[in-house]
């Protein structure tokens, strides 16, 4: 089965409601009728929970993260490998730390990631965006 590596904007806009929703609603379908496996860096998990936290209290973000696990969304573990292929990423690229993370797990497992955050664009052409 495919996978697609959600980055955490994709469901900050999905939780704010925000423009570009519809798109990761249709992904998230998808995912729901088994044609794709979306993948989130447990870091990025952690990032969701705190920008849903400060901009709407610890409940909303709480609640959020239910539903991500009631979405069955992979939340993959972060190991030493893929630290450090965050941090060479970081090294190189004007990306935010927890940015990388989604960044090297898209290429770790070979598939896009879905963002809206325009720092995706100073990325090699190795890994994959699609584009909120």
């Given at each position: 089965?495919?996978?697609?590596?959600?980055?955490?904007y994709?469901?900050?806009?999905y939780?704010?409601?925000?423009?570009?929703?519809?798109?990761?609603?249709?992904?998230?379908f998808?995912?729901?009728?088994?044609e794709?496996?979306?993948?989130?860096?447990?870091?990025?998990?952690g990032?969701?929970?705190?920008?849903?936290a400060?901009?709407e209290?610890?409940?909303?973000?709480?609640?959020c993260?239910i539903?991500?696990e009631?979405?069955?969304?992979?939340?993959?573990?972060?190991?030493?490998?893929?630290?450090?292929?965050?941090?060479?990423?970081?090294?190189?690229y004007?990306?935010?730390?927890?940015?990388?993370?989604?960044?090297?797990?898209?290429?770790?497992?070979?598939?896009?990631v879905?963002?809206g955050?325009k720092?995706?664009?100073?990325?090699?052409?190795?890994?994959?965006?699609?584009?909120?």
């Open positions: 089965m495919p996978k697609i590596v959600f980055d955490s994709a469901f900050m806009v939780f704010l409601r925000e423009a570009g929703s519809k798109k990761v609603v249709e992904w998230i998808k995912a729901q009728e088994n794709c496996e979306i993948v989130l860096s447990l870091i990025n998990w990032e969701i929970y705190y920008s849903i400060r901009a209290g610890e409940q909303k973000a709480r609640d993260l539903v991500i009631e979405l069955s969304v992979d939340v993959a573990a972060v190991d030493q490998e893929l630290t450090m292929d965050a941090a060479r990423l970081k090294s190189k004007a990306l935010s730390y927890a940015d990388c993370f989604a960044a090297a797990l898209a290429k770790r497992e070979n598939c896009p879905l963002t955050d720092e995706f664009r100073k990325l090699p052409s190795d890994i994959k965006v699609l584009w909120i």
